[in-house]
């Protein structure tokens, strides 16, 4: 997900990523962290996933102008069994939030 997507968006901008000295890909965003803190390298993650890095200041975080990498992530839930009311709580709070443009709920 997170590397295509990098992927993608880098070869947009012009750059050529077979010039890209790749050392590995990792199975986890926890994995890259780890790396990156370890001296290993550097990798692409979401920014959600290090706000606690950042915080510390145990990483250098690098914005790259004109590249917004998005990602879809899906809500999903058994069509044969009856929700919860707290199941259902929550899949209208993410209905309500995508009709007021903070999520898109495709169907």
């Known amino acids: 997900g997170t590397w295509k997507n990098a992927i993608e968006n880098l070869q947009k901008i012009g750059l050529d990523i077979m ?42 975080i690098v914005k790259i102008k004109d590249i917004s990498i998005k990602r879809k992530f899906y809500l999903i839930y058994p069509k044969v069994k009856k929700l919860t009311p707290s199941e259902e ?19």
């Open 89 to 107: 709580k929550f899949i209208n709070f993410i209905f309500y939030h995508s009709r007021s443009g903070d999520f898109k709920v495709r169907l």
């Open 19 to 60: 010039k890209l000295n790749i050392i590995g890909e990792m199975g986890s965003t926890e994995a890259i962290k780890e790396a990156v803190k370890s001296g290993l390298g550097c990798g692409f993650v979401s920014s959600l996933a290090i706000e606690l890095e950042k915080k510390l200041n145990l990483i250098k």
